[in-house]
C-alpha cells in the first residue's frame, strides 16, 4: 500500500525556536497533501491544503505567518511552526492524496512540544 | 460547515463480540472515511465509502446516504483490534482531494 513518512516523529523545542516537519509520499505522487492538527482528547482538524508548487489554502482560524507550508514537489510538504509558543504543542499529522478519486493515506504523526 | 457525530465516546468489549461503531453527518458529502488510530498517533485509513457497503477481512463498513449515516462493524473482535476509531467526511467535490471533517472518535478496547 501507499506509505507517506514524517520527520521527525516527536520533537521538542524551546519557545520561540522554529519547527520543521517533512512530509513525504515515499512510493506514489500526491498531488495534494494535507495538514492536520490534534490535541490531546480531541477531533483531527485540518489546518491547510497544500497543492504541489501553489500557495497553501488556510482552514480559518489558522495562522499561515505562523505555520508556513511550502510543498516543493510531488512527493514533499512541509510544515515550519515559527517562533513556536507551548499553546503549539500537539499532535501534527499529514496526508497525501494520490489522486483520481483514490483515498488520502496518512502520516505516523509527529509530536511537538514546546517548553 | 460539517458537524460529524460518534457514537459510542468509548466502548469496552470482549474478545469475539460484534462491534458496531455509528457516525452520522449533517451535511452531504461526496465520501466517508473510517480510520483507526492507534496508541502513539499513527493513523491508518480503513476504509472509504460513498455508497453501500464495504468489507475488508473482519471490517464492515456500511453507508447510508440519504440517512447520512455510517456504521463500521468488526466481527469476531481480536485484543489487537483495540484503538480509537475515527470518521471523516469528505465535502463535495473531491472524494479524496478534500481536506476532511472528523468525528471525535470512539475509543475501542476490547478483552482477552
Known amino acids: 500500500g501507499a506509505v507517506v513518512s514524517q520527520h521527525p516523529s516527536r520533537v521538542i523545542c524551546k519557545s520561540g525556536t522554529s519547527v520543521k516537519i517533512e512530509c513525504r509520499s515515499l512510493d506514489f505522487q500526491a498531488t495534494t497533501m494535507f495538514w492536520y492538527r490534534q490535541f490531546p482528547k480531541k477531533s483531527l482538524m485540518l489546518m491547510a491544503t497544500s497543492n504541489e508548487g501553489s500557495k497553501a489554502t488556510y482552514e480559518q482560524g489558522v495562522e499561515k505567518d505562523k505555520f508556513l507550508i511550502n510543498h516543493a514537489s510531488l512527493t514533499l510538504s512541509t510544515l515550519t511552526v515559527t517562533s513556536a509558543h507551548p499553546e503549539d504543542s500537539s499532535f501534527y499529522i499529514c496526508?497525501?492524496?494520490?489522486?483520481?478519486?483514490?483515498?488520502?493515506?496518512f502520516g505516523p504523526g509527529t509530536r511537538l512540544l514546546v517548553l | 460547515k460539517n458537524e460529524v457525530e460518534q457514537s459510542p465516546q468509548n466502548l469496552t468489549a470482549q474478545e469475539g463480540e460484534f462491534i458496531t461503531i455509528n457516525c452520522s453527518y449533517s451535511?452531504?458529502?461526496?465520501?466517508l472515511h473510517w480510520l483507526q488510530q492507534h496508541p502513539g498517533g499513527g493513523i491508518v485509513s480503513l476504509f472509504m465509502l460513498s455508497s453501500g457497503k464495504k468489507k475488508h477481512g473482519r471490517l464492515i463498513a456500511t453507508i447510508n446516504i440519504q440517512e447520512k449515516h455510517s456504521s463500521l462493524h468488526i466481527t469476531a473482535s481480536h485484543p489487537r483490534d483495540s484503538a480509537v476509531y475515527i470518521c471523516?467526511?469528505?465535502?463535495?467535490?473531491?472524494?479524496?482531494?478534500?481536506?476532511?471533517?472528523f468525528g471525535k472518535g470512539t475509543h475501542l478496547i476490547i478483552q482477552p
Open positions: 451535511v452531504g458529502i461526496s465520501a
Open positions: 471523516a467526511a469528505a465535502p463535495y467535490s473531491g472524494g479524496g482531494a478534500d481536506g476532511l471533517t
Open positions: 496526508s497525501a492524496y494520490p489522486g483520481q478519486r483514490e483515498t488520502q493515506y
